[in-house]
């Protein structure tokens, strides 16, 4: 039975068996076993198609497939069977992180293959590109000629052990893929290929360099043109971090320019952080029929304890609820997608609701829910509201107006979540600077068992966190250390 074969084989005889209590109802998930980065995310026949990092046989990161699910709608996702697995020579330890592309009906995805080497000697390792071609979305073929990107294809000073992760797009009639690398001088740097047939490509040079200020390896990098600006998103590692910014281990950026791709230039004008919470990373993006830039990323962060795994689950990883992007006012906003608004049931609301203390709020609870909220502040220095509640367990969101900051407080979520950032400061808190609009604060917040997604004044700023409460744990609580007004409140259950 070849790898393929086995890995489907091995997935629906165990997609039954997984342990359902953290499972989410409204995200992209696997079926069973371990999810990372966000893979192909693409339009094609109709359809958004989402592939992933996956190792099908554990509830931990190992030998690289690449999962495969579809939707109509971002929301309601059917599996399909396993896209690839690491069953050649050029993939033999890991079919790693890539971008799709349509080419006259047929889709094309570009990925890296993982190649160890000596496990004493890791500068052994290689990475390398190649191109596998379907006729229908579902199965893929990998090129004859793959590797089409191998270490001869790399300037001197690139690491061949660190080239991983090409986001392939077509401008003219030129195709382009921009591909994480690492110098010799270990600091991150995106490199720029092109070609005009997807099987030989030429090296146009190095698009953006680190230069040991800005991460230690460029992964995962995304680019696209949007409104007047083009785009590029990326996940640096290991970024230093910077006030509240790049708390996590890895981090995730965007930065808006102007791209030069024959002159391989690019010159931005500004660079900041994606999402200010604990959970998000390799972010995709797409373009589909209705002229929407729509992002996606893994719902988890390298490095970290992961409660379904640590209990034995079957399963570990989702992604983020997709995220339309804007910019707005020199900034690129993250928006929830419309479709989300379809699978809204049981709608409860409530307007001019004074708060100082603690209020709970009939009907305003549940484990599947949206909330929206224009609070005003009034005369509150501190104020917000506690989610997930029961017993001892609570996950807080609040307005420090002393910091001018939105708060995200999983301390006492219902599992001790650690990992190596930890041993620097609090690892239970994420903060971003907000500013209140006419003195009110506008939330829209995505809860699904287990994770917390805020958006926070229209979506100029979003936290992201997994959560792990007991079942029970449904109660919302406001609270406030004086006067403020609850102008509108719009909760719903949602049920895809």
């Not at 995106?190 to 090296?203: A, D, N, P, Q, V």
């Not at 939330?443 to 966190?465: H, K």
């Not at 609580?477 to 049920?495: G, M, R, T």
Request: aromatic share 12%.
């Amino acid at each position: 039975m070849s790898k393929l074969s086995k890995s489907r084989v091995y997935v629906e005889k165990n997609k039954d068996k997984v342990n359902s209590e953290f499972r989410l109802g409204y995200h992209a998930m696997a079926e069973v076993g371990w999810i990372n980065d966000p893979n192909g995310f693409c339009w094609y026949n109709r359809e958004y198609h989402l592939f992933f990092q996956y190792h099908p046989y554990s509830s931990e990161w190992g030998p690289m497939h690449w999962g495969h699910v579809k939707s109509k709608d971002l929301i309601k996702w059917e599996h399909l069977p396993v896209a690839l697995a690491p069953d050649m020579y050029y993939d033999a330890q890991g079919c790693f992180s890539g971008s799709a592309i349509e080419i006259d009906g047929k889709l094309y995805l570009m990925y890296t293959g993982n190649l160890n080497g000596d496990p004493e000697y890791p500068e052994s390792n290689r990475q390398v590109q190649n191109i596998a071609m379907s006729e229908d979305g579902i199965e893929f073929k990998k090129l004859k000629n793959n590797p089409v990107l191998d270490t001869k294809d790399l300037p001197d000073h690139a690491l061949p052990q660190d080239f991983r992760d090409p986001k392939i797009f077509k401008q003219g009639d030129t195709f382009y893929s921009i591909i994480g690398s690492r110098h010799l001088d270990t600091s991150g740097q995106l490199l720029l290929y092109k070609s005009k047939t997807l099987e030989s490509w030429e090296y146009l040079g190095v698009l953006f360099h680190s230069q040991n200020k800005f991460g230690k390896m460029l992964e995962c990098p995304d680019f696209f043109k949007l409104q007047d600006k083009d785009v590029i998103i990326m996940s640096p590692q290991y970024l230093e971090r910077d006030g509240d910014r790049y708390s996590n281990l890895h981090s995730c950026v965007y930065m808006l320019g102007k791209m030069d791709l024959e002159n391989c230039k690019y010159d931005y004008e500004i660079i900041d952080q994606l999402d200010f919470g604990f959970d998000f990373y390799a972010p995709q993006t797409l373009a589909d029929d209705k002229g929407r830039r729509i992002l996606i990323a893994w719902m988890q962060m390298w490095e970290r304890s992961m409660p379904t795994n640590d209990k034995s689950h079957g399963w570990a990883g989702a992604m983020t609820l997709p995220r339309e992007l804007k910019i707005i006012d020199g900034k690129l906003y993250q928006l929830p997608i419309e479709e989300v608004k379809n699978y809204r049931v049981n709608p409860v609301s409530y307007q001019n609701v004074k708060v100082n203390g603690d209020l709970s709020l009939k009907g305003v609870e549940g484990q599947s829910v949206e909330l929206e909220l224009d609070i005003d502040a009034l005369n509150a220095n501190t104020f917000g509201l506690k989610v997930l509640m029961g017993e001892d367990q609570q996950t807080v969101i609040y307005y420090d107006r002393t910091e001018g900051k939105v708060i995200l407080d999983r301390s006492k979520n219902g599992e001790d979540i650690t990992g190596r950032e930890s041993l620097e400061f609090n690892k239970d808190i994420r903060k971003v600077p907000v500013a209140l609009m006419d003195n009110k604060l506008k939330l829209r917040i995505f809860i699904d068992r287990s994770s917390v997604e805020v958006f926070i004044q229209e979506g100029e700023r979003v936290m992201t966190a997994t959560v792990y409460p007991k079942a029970y744990s449904k109660a919302i609580e406001f609270f406030s250390d004086d006067n403020i007004s609850v102008c509108n409140l719009n909760k719903w259950e949602i049920k895809p």
